[in-house]
């Protein structure tokens, strides 16, 4: 079993920043790929961004030269650095970890951008 923790959300205002953090625990599982995924009311969730082990990464278009997703392995945890903040990235942002057959959620982190 994996377990993840997020932290780092807020009420922030357009143009302004905010760091997610999403440190993740349990024994007897390599991670592979984590990610951020964003769910705002009335959407599906969709994803944001994705890290592999190896450190590649990939972006939703809306996102794209705004936010950064990086990972520091030997402390289990996974970043979202979010630059540039619109409205419209106003939502629950989750954290996910995947194991080779598994992918593990956070309970999720409100992120609101309002003036």
């Known amino acids: 079993q994996v377990q993840l923790v997020e932290s780092g959300g807020g009420l922030v205002q357009p143009g302004g920043s905010l760091r997610l953090s999403c440190k993740t625990s349990?024994?007897?599982?390599?991670?592979?790929?984590m990610g951020w995924s964003r769910q705002a009311p009335g959407n599906q969730r969709s994803l944001v961004a994705a890290?592999?082990?190896?450190?590649?990464?990939n972006y939703a278009d809306s996102v794209k030269g705004r936010f950064t997703i990086s990972r520091d392995n030997a402390k289990n945890t996974v970043y979202l650095e979010m630059n540039s903040l619109k409205l419209e990235d106003t939502a629950v942002y989750y954290c996910?970890?995947?194991?080779?057959?598994?992918?593990?959620w956070g309970q999720g982190t409100q992120v609101t951008v309002s003036s």
């Open positions: 890290i592999t082990s190896g450190g590649s990464t």
């Open positions: 996910n970890a995947d194991t080779h057959n598994m992918r593990y």
């Open positions: 349990g024994s007897g599982f390599s991670i592979n790929t």
